[in-house]
C-alpha cells in the first residue's frame, strides 16, 4: 500500500473515499515545519540559510506516517494545487528524510478538485515536488521573516507601542490610513438638483431632472445654492413644457466571469457581510468535501467538461433560449501560469444549493459558488434604455427621464453582483410617452446635495483595491486583513476598516523612514519578481541579495534617531489630522487650557501616543489622537490626562458600557488595568482624579483589629462591597467605597457576621431568580459557610466559588446535585444537563486540551 498525505483529516477522509483499502491517508494538519520564531533562523551571510524545525504539535503527525512507511514503499504527497501546497509537500519530504531510506519512493500530485474523476487522473499522472515554486516559497518566507524580524525591533525602540511591521500588511494598513487622512481632508461641497413629476396626456406620471437652464447645459455645481435653485423652479414653472425627443436604444449586459478568490471574498463581503477569514474558512470546508474546485486562485477560466456540464444545466432549468449559441470563454488574469488554477466552480453542476446537506456560512457560499458559475455560461441580458427631453418653447429649459426596461433576463434570471457603493442607475421603466405631446407640470421640488468624501474600505474593496495595486496574492488576503486587525491597527465598524491611532502612527513611521517598503509600486514588483522565481526565470538568491543589501543599510540609517527626532517628524507628517483649523481661526497648535503651551505628539511607557501641552506639568491639559477637530466629544473616547508615573489615563466605550483604562496594551501587557463607570456615573463629567480612584480599587483599608488579615474596599459585579478575607458585606453606596474607614468597615462585616443569630431568619446575601419547578434560589450566609438555598435543599458553595459570583445556572446544578444526593426535593429537582456540564470539565480536561491541539492544528491546516 501507498501512503498519501494531505493537509486536513476532512480532506483525508473525502480522499480515502476514493481510493480505497488501497491506500492508507494521513493528514499532516498544515505546515508541519517552521521558522523558529527567534532572530538567526535566516541567515543572509550564509546564503540566507534557513533553519527549520518540527513544530511540537506536528511531531506526533510526523511520526504517525514515518510509522506508516515502515511497511510501504511508497510516500505520495498530495497536498494543495499552489506554491503553499507544493512547500508543505516539500517540508513533509524534508522532515521524513530519514525515512526515505533507499528503496522508497516518494512522488507528489495534484487535483484541482476533490471529487472520484479528479483524484483518480492525478493519481496516474505523478511527478516530482516543484522546485520553482518551492523556491519562491523559501524567497516569500524569508523575505517576511526579514522584515518582521529587523524591522519591528526599529519600531519598538523607535516607537513604543508599535507591535510589527510586515512587508505587506504594513503596505495594506498605509492604504486604509491614507484612505481615512483623504476622508479628514474633505471639504464638502454644496450642489442643488431639480426634478419635476411630469404627466402624460394620459395622466401616466414619471419624474424628470433639469438638464439645461437659460440655453445652457447644467454642470454638477451650476445650482450651487438655494437660491440658484429656486429660480430654476420659477422658471420651469412658468413654461408651458413639451416632449422633444423619446429616443430608445436597444443594450446588453454580459455575466461575470466565474469567481476567482478576490472576487469570491469581495461578494461574500457584499452579500453577507462576512470577513475574509471567514469566507476562506467555509470555502475550505466545501473544498474538502468535494463540492468545490480549489479556492485559493487567481484564475477565472472553466474546464472545458465544465462548461459543457453548465450549459446543460441551464438548457435543463431554463431552456434553449438560455444557453448562448457559443461557450463564453474567459480569459486567465493570472500574472504566473504556474500558480493560476481553474475557477472556483461547484464539482457538480447538477447539485443546486438546495440539494446540498450543509448549513450556515456553507450553504451561503456554495449557493453564491453555484449561481455565479451557472450565470457566467448564460445568455446576455437585453434591455432597451430611453431617453426622453421635455423642453420649453424657447429652449430655455430643458428635463431629462430616462428608463429601461428588461427585454430578456438572461443571466439575471439567476444572478446580479452586488455593489460597493451605491452609484447612479437607470431608471425605473417609464410610461409611453410620445414626441410632440404636452407634458403637465404635477410638481417641481429643489433638493440640497453635499458632494461626499471618499468611502472607507470594506475587506472588499481592501481586497480589490490590493489586486489592483499588484499587492499580495490569493492566499495571502485573508491572512493580511485579519493581521491588521488582530494587532489593533485597525478596527472594524458595520463592516468598514477604521485605522486607530497605533496605526497610524506606524504608517507615519513607515513611511518617513522606511518609505521605499511600503511604497505600492515597490511591494508590486517583488511580488512580480517572486512569479518569475516560480515560473523558473529567476534566481531566489538573487532577489534575496539584493533587497537584504538596500534594507540592511534602511535599517542602519535610523540606529542614531532619538525617540523626539522620531515624534517630530511623525507629528508633522500627521499635522492635518491633529490640528485642523479652528473656527475662530486661532492657531491650532495653541493650548486651549493654558493658552501659552503649544499641543506636540508624546507617547507614555506603554506605548499610548496622545496630544499633550509642552507646558507640562505646569499645564495637563491632553487629548486622544482621533478627537474630532482636535477637541474630544463629550462622553466620547478621550485621554483624560496622565498619573504619577507619566501613563495616559483614557475613557473608552466599550461592549459593556464606558470604562477608564491606565497605558496601552503592548505584547507585555495585552491587557492594561482598567475599570468600569459604576452605575451612576457620568462619562461626560468623568475627570482624571475619578478615573484614578476607580483604576486604584480595591482600596485597602487596614488590618483587622481582631486577626490583622486586611481589610479592602471595592466595587464587585454585584456592586460596593467590603470584604475581610472571604467574607464580602454589601455597602449601599458606590462613593462609601472611597470613603470608608475602618469602623464603618468592621460593623458591616459584623452585621454580616450577625445575621441568622436569634430567632430572626437570615438575610439572604442575593436574590438569584425562581427554580423551574417554583421558589425562590438565594444565595445565604451560613455557620460552615456561603450556600444556595432552594425551599429545603441547602447546597454548600465550593471553596473557590465566591458568593457574589456564582450563577443562577451554578446555583441549579448545585441543588440538583444536592437533591439527588439526599434523595430528597421534588422530582424535577433540576435539569441534569446543569449537573453535568458543572462536572464535565474536572473530569474531561484532559480530552480537553487534546481536542484544543488538534483544533489549533486543524485551523493551521486551513
Avoid at 540559510?49 to 511508497?74: G, P
Avoid at 429616443?247 to 478576490?262: D, H, I, V
Avoid at 486651549?592 to 505628539?601: D, K, S
Amino acid at each position: 500500500m501507498a501512503v498519501v498525505v494531505v493537509e486536513s483529516p476532512a480532506k483525508a477522509k473525502t480522499i480515502n473515499k476514493y481510493l480505497g483499502s488501497d491506500y492508507t491517508v494521513l493528514a499532516s494538519y498544515g505546515h508541519v515545519r517552521d521558522l523558529p520564531p527567534k532572530d538567526g533562523s535566516v541567515d543572509p551571510d550564509e546564503g540566507f540559510d534557513m533553519k527549520w524545525e518540527v513544530a511540537s504539535d506536528s511531531r506526533k503527525h510526523v511520526r504517525a506516517i514515518a510509522e506508516a512507511l515502515k511497511s510501504d514503499d511508497t510516500l505520495i504527497l498530495a497536498t494543495d494545487p499552489d506554491r503553499e501546497g507544493e512547500a508543505i509537500s516539500w517540508h513533509l519530504k524534508e522532515a521524513l528524510a530519514s525515512s526515505l531510506k533507499k528503496g522508497k519512493t516518494v512522488r507528489r500530485v495534484t487535483f484541482n478538485a476533490i471529487t472520484k474523476a479528479a483524484v483518480t487522473e492525478a493519481m496516474a499522472k505523478p511527478r516530482d515536488v516543484d522546485g520553482a515554486l518551492v523556491e519562491a516559497y523559501l524567497a516569500r518566507r524569508a523575505l517576511d521573516y526579514l522584515v518582521g524580524f529587523n524591522l519591528s525591533p526599529v519600531l519598538w525602540r523607535k516607537l513604543p507601542g508599535a507591535k510589527s511591521a510586515g512587508r505587506v500588511q504594513s503596505v495594506c494598513l498605509r492604504l486604509i490610513v491614507e484612505r481615512e487622512l483623504e476622508i479628514e481632508a474633505f471639504k464638502a461641497r454644496e450642489y442643488w438638483t431639480v426634478t419635476a413629476t411630469l404627466a402624460t396626456p394620459r395622466g401616466q406620471e414619471f419624474q424628470a431632472r433639469l438638464t439645461v437652464l437659460g440655453g445652457k447645459k447644467l454642470d454638477k455645481f451650476d445650482l450651487a445654492n438655494e437660491t440658484a435653485a429656486e429660480l430654476a423652479v420659477q422658471a420651469i414653472t412658468s413654461r408651458d413644457l413639451t416632449v422633444k425627443s423619446v429616443e430608445a436604444k436597444p443594450a446588453s449586459r454580459n455575466p461575470y466571469a466565474p469567481f476567482m478568490t478576490s472576487t469570491l471574498q469581495q461578494e461574500a463581503s457584499r452579500k453577507f457581510g462576512m470577513g475574509a477569514k471567514a469566507t476562506m474558512a467555509a470555502a475550505q470546508r466545501l473544498y474538502e468535501a468535494g463540492h468545490i474546485t480549489y479556492m485559493r486562485t487567481d484564475g477565472i477560466d472553466m474546464a472545458p467538461e465544465a462548461v459543457m456540464a453548465a450549459r446543460d444545466e441551464i438548457k435543463r432549468r431554463f431552456g434553449a433560449d438560455y444557453v448562448p449559441d457559443s461557450p463564453r470563454m474567459y480569459k486567465n488574469k493570472a500574472k504566473n501560469a504556474q500558480e493560476a488554477h481553474e475557477c472556483i466552480r461547484p464539482t457538480d453542476m447538477g447539485l443546486s444549493p438546495d440539494k446540498l446537506k450543509v448549513e450556515g456560512e456553507q450553504r451561503k457560499l456554495y449557493d453564491l459558488i453555484w449561481k455565479r458559475t451557472i450565470a457566467s455560461q448564460m445568455a446576455a441580458a437585453r434591455l432597451e434604455r430611453t431617453t426622453v427631453d421635455v423642453a420649453s418653447q424657447d429652449g430655455e429649459v430643458v428635463l431629462r427621464a430616462t428608463g429601461q426596461v428588461v427585454k430578456f433576463d438572461g443571466f439575471l434570471k439567476v444572478y446580479d453582483e452586488g455593489r460597493d457603493e451605491e452609484g447612479d442607475e437607470d431608471g425605473a421603466r417609464l410610461p409611453q410617452i410620445m414626441e410632440g405631446e404636452k407634458a403637465d407640470k404635477r410638481s417641481i421640488a429643489p433638493e440640497q446635495h453635499f458632494t461626499q468624501p471618499p468611502p472607507r474600505y470594506t475587506e472588499a474593496t481592501l481586497v480589490k483595491r490590493m489586486e489592483e495595486l499588484g499587492i499580495g496574492r490569493p492566499s495571502t488576503y485573508a491572512s493580511i486583513v485579519t493581521t491588521i486587525q488582530d494587532r489593533d491597527y485597525v478596527r472594524k465598524d458595520k463592516n468598514r476598516l477604521i485605522p486607530e491611532d497605533k496605526g497610524r502612527l506606524v504608517t507615519a513611521f513607515l513611511t518617513n523612514f522606511f518609505r521605499r517598503y511600503v511604497e505600492y509600486d515597490f511591494t508590486a514588483d517583488l511580488e512580480n519578481e517572486l512569479d518569475e522565481i516560480s515560473a523558473g526565470d529567476r534566481d531566489y538568491k538573487e532577489v534575496l541579495a539584493r533587497f537584504w543589501r538596500d534594507f540592511t543599510a534602511a535599517i542602519a540609517e535610523t540606529a542614531d534617531l532619538r525617540i523626539g527626532e522620531v515624534l517630530e517628524k511623525i507629528d508633522e507628517f500627521l499635522a492635518p489630522h491633529l490640528y485642523p483649523p479652528r473656527a475662530d481661526g486661532s492657531d491650532p497648535r495653541v493650548c486651549p487650557t493654558c493658552g501659552e503651551g503649544r499641543l506636540n505628539l508624546k507617547t507614555a511607557r506603554s506605548g499610548g501616543a496622545f496630544i499633550g501641552c509642552s507646558n507640562y506639568p505646569n499645564c495637563r491639559y491632553t487629548r486622544a489622537l482621533s478627537a474630532v477637530n482636535g477637541e474630544a466629544e463629550a462622553g466620547g473616547d478621550r485621554v483624560l490626562g496622565e498619573d504619577v508615573n507619566g501613563e495616559p489615563v483614557s475613557l473608552r466605550t466599550g461592549r459593556f458600557g464606558p470604562y477608564v483604562q491606565r497605558g496601552e496594551a503592548t505584547e507585555e501587557t495585552p491587557k492594561p488595568p482598567r475599570a468600569s463607570l459604576p452605575k451612576g456615573w457620568s462619562a461626560e463629567t468623568l475627570d482624571l482624579e475619578r478615573a484614578l480612584m476607580l483604576l486604584d480599587l480595591p482600596r485597602p483599608i487596614g488590618p483587622h483589629p481582631e486577626d490583622g488579615e486586611l481589610v479592602e474596599a471595592g466595587i464587585g459585579r454585584y456592586g460596593p462591597y467590603v470584604k475581610h478575607g472571604k467574607v464580602y458585606a454589601n455597602l449601599p453606596d458606590v462613593e462609601e467605597v472611597f470613603t470608608v474607614g475602618m469602623n464603618r468597615a468592621v460593623e458591616v462585616l459584623a452585621q454580616k457576621a450577625s445575621r441568622g443569630r436569634g430567632s430572626s431568619a437570615p438575610a439572604p446575601l442575593r436574590e438569584l431568580g425562581d427554580h423551574p419547578d417554583g421558589g425562590a434560589i438565594q444565595v445565604m450566609s451560613g455557620r460552615y459557610g456561603p450556600y444556595v438555598k432552594w425551599e429545603k435543599v441547602n447546597a454548600t458553595l465550593p471553596k473557590e466559588m465566591v458568593p457574589e459570583a456564582v450563577t443562577f445556572d451554578e446555583a441549579l446544578a448545585l441543588i440538583a446535585e444536592k437533591a439527588a444526593k439526599k434523595g430528597g426535593g421534588r422530582k424535577k429537582a433540576a435539569p441534569k444537563k446543569a449537573a453535568t456540564a458543572r462536572k464535565a470539565p474536572a473530569k474531561k480536561s484532559s480530552a480537553k486540551a487534546t481536542t484544543t491541539k488538534k483544533k489549533a492544528g486543524a485551523a493551521k491546516a486551513g
